[in-house]
């Protein structure tokens, strides 16, 4: 997983600051949980300036909530709220296609192929679950898209979105979804929308990012979960 961008803040509370974050993101700190500053202060032995500054830090990147006088908690969002994320997130990552459509070169495009290769080395199949070798190989996959679209400072945001997408995920138990059909759509996903990249079809490209984003609720089950 690459860490969050946090080279604002000074070494020990960045160090903090990322591994909070890594907890975060991978589902170690779920939906509504507590995070008590003092528990956190003996286990990086540190003071209390530097784990504040990462929670207030972590706070502004929307991942907590912190209340004067009462404490901290991870974020508890709806389905519904997590649903719109994906929407304006696919539209996010479906620019960043059509940018890659019109702006990759060769050597890109071909590391493009070789990552998506490895998803499918590793998707789960009917019965397996998702390790997080696969959910590492599919955050590269946009990181790549991200990198060929030759737009760094834009990628820097972007990359904000797709931790918040895992952290999403994981805590709406996506780990938990057996291998199979949801996952292998999405493999086949992916494999047109590099076609549609490798093509400079910028238009399709985004097309087919915004749907396969804007999907992953879906297939993760969250929308069954507000249902119930």
Do not use: W
Request: glycine share 6%; hydrophobic share 40%.
């Amino acid at each position: 997983m690459r860490n969050l961008h946090t080279s604002a803040l000074s070494g020990k509370t960045r160090a903090i600051c990322e591994e909070i974050e890594k907890r975060l993101v991978r589902g170690v700190y779920r939906f509504g949980d507590e995070i008590l500053a003092n528990d956190l202060v003996k286990e990086f032995g540190a003071s209390r300036a530097p784990v504040m500054a990462a929670m207030n830090y972590l706070r502004a990147e929307g991942y907590l909530i912190i209340t004067p006088q009462v404490g901290c908690r991870v974020i508890s969002p709806s389905p519904s709220e997590i649903e719109d994320f994906f929407f304006v997130y696919g539209r996010v990552e479906g620019a960043f296609a059509a940018m890659a459509a019109e702006r990759h070169d060769d050597k890109g495009l071909a590391m493009l192929r070789m990552t998506q290769q490895q998803i499918q080395i590793h998707t789960p199949k009917k019965g397996e679950t998702i390790t997080e070798t696969f959910v590492d190989l599919v955050a590269e996959f946009y990181h790549q898209i991200h990198q060929i679209s030759n737009s760094k400072f834009e990628a820097e945001r972007a990359a904000k979105y797709l931790r918040m997408s895992e952290f999403f995920m994981f805590n709406s138990n996506a780990m938990n979804v057996p291998g199979g059909e949801p996952l292998e759509i999405a493999d086949k996903e992916r494999a047109d929308i590099i076609e549609a990249i490798a093509a400079r079809d910028a238009e399709r490209a985004s097309r087919l990012m915004e749907i396969h984003v804007q999907g992953k609720p879906k297939r993760a089950g969250v929308h069954q979960k507000e249902a119930s």
